[in-house]
């Protein structure tokens, strides 16, 4: 599948390359409190494979979870991967996830914010929580899974904001970060955030998909905030691309 900017995509593919070992599965050991790999983590991997220069590449995967996304980078032809979450259960996840994988994947336990500063990479992938989420007093049912992994505050953007300001610091100039996330949480303030840092910035693809359990349980809470149309019952994932200008 070739991926452009501002291209609506077919589904994504459940393979990531050509070989059989790298797919987009649920974990090998399924733990609860890790997010299992979804539509968001499958438009990020096909988007990944249309990224140039990606074999031979030192990659970076932020807010990896069960480092689907390491992995893939790993099968499609990086150099060597560094995966990084604040969860300690989705860390062990994404080791054995990667544990057999073509090249070195560094797993590391800890926030984003801190690896500024700890090197730069041509290829950087962050598929972070996104999904706006409603004061426990607005009265909607919470749902079951690793609210940790999808939950960031009633814009969605509490970690889509402070990733695009440091952005800049992961790229080795000319290389690529892909960012995924919902319509809902604003993909215009991403792509201008992305921008105001110096990087290019563009929506390289989009794909719409029925509402699971977690968006279903809030579509009232989120047509209350005139964030979904009434009686709609689809989201729309966007992928961000920002790219880091060639040093003159």
């Not at 893939?72 to 991967?81: M, Q």
């Not at 998909?209 to 019952?233: H, K, N, Q």
Request: net charge negative; glycine share 8%; charged share 25%.
């Amino acid at each position: 599948m070739t991926l452009s900017f501002e291209q609506t995509v077919p589904e994504p593919s459940s393979h990531v390359g050509g070989s059989d070992q790298a797919q987009v599965d649920p974990d090998p050991v399924y733990r609860p409190e890790v997010y299992q790999p979804q539509e968001d983590s499958r438009l990020l991997v096909d988007c990944l494979r249309a990224v140039p220069g990606l074999i031979g590449a030192r990659a970076l995967d932020l807010c990896t979870g069960s480092g689907v996304l390491a992995q893939a980078a790993a099968h499609l032809g990086a150099r060597s991967v560094v995966a990084v979450d604040l969860s300690e259960a989705a860390v062990r996840s994404a080791r054995e996830r990667c544990r057999d994988a073509p090249c070195q994947v560094e797993v590391r336990l800890g926030r984003f914010q801190d690896q500024v500063g700890r090197g730069r990479y041509d290829v950087v992938t962050c598929n972070p929580p996104y999904v706006p989420a409603p004061d426990p007093r607005d009265g909607v049912e919470a749902s079951p899974g690793p609210a940790h992994a999808w939950d960031a505050g009633p814009d969605g953007r509490a970690v889509l904001d402070p990733l695009c300001a440091v952005a800049a610091e992961f790229l080795e100039p000319g290389g690529t970060m892909l960012v995924v996330q919902s319509e809902f949480a604003d993909v215009t303030a991403t792509v201008r955030a992305l921008r105001a840092t110096g990087l290019h910035a563009d929506v390289m693809a989009r794909w719409s998909v029925p509402f699971g359990p977690v968006m279903t349980a809030r579509a009232d809470w989120l047509e209350r905030r005139g964030l979904l149309e009434y009686g709609c019952r689809t989201e729309g994932l966007v992928v961000v691309r920002a790219v880091k200008r060639d040093v003159a």
